[in-house]
């Protein structure tokens, strides 16, 4: 079993920066995809940025490409997500996500996931 806690989460203004991290424990993560999904209330888990296991390939959201950043260290065997220039729509809870497939592409590729972590932006 693999066990995921996301940090750094909090309240910004629009404009400024946070970084996300994701620990993970239980196991190495390293020959698992990584991503980060964001929920807000009464719609979908949308993902927002995924990297996989050999970290050479990334996809971002349409909507964050440009700000985010999404990066893994195998040695701490944690996963990050750089946001800058954020926006009061990036407002939401961000959830990391891992999959043994190699690679995560939705929800139904997850096969862990951390409980979440609250990003406000303020206007």
């Known amino acids: 079993q693999v066990q995921l806690v996301e940090s750094g989460g909090g309240t910004v203004q629009a404009g400024g920066s946070l970084r996300l991290s994701c620990s993970a424990s239980?196991?190495?993560?390293?020959?698992?995809?990584m991503g980060w999904f964001r929920q807000t209330p009464g719609k979908e888990r949308e993902l927002v940025a995924a990297?996989?296991?050999?970290?050479?390939?990334?996809y971002y959201h349409d909507s964050v490409k440009g700000r985010f950043a999404i990066s893994r260290d195998g040695a701490k065997n944690t996963v990050y997500l750089q946001m800058s220039s954020l926006k009061p729509e990036d407002t939401a809870v961000y959830y990391c996500?891992?999959?043994?497939?190699?690679?995560?592409?939705?929800?139904?590729?997850?096969?862990?996931w951390g409980s979440g972590t609250l990003v406000t932006v303020s206007a």
């Open positions: 996500a891992a999959a043994t497939a190699r690679t995560v592409t939705a929800t139904s590729t997850v096969d862990y």
């Open positions: 990297i996989n296991w050999r970290a050479t390939t990334t």
């Open positions: 239980g196991r190495t993560v390293s020959p698992y995809g």
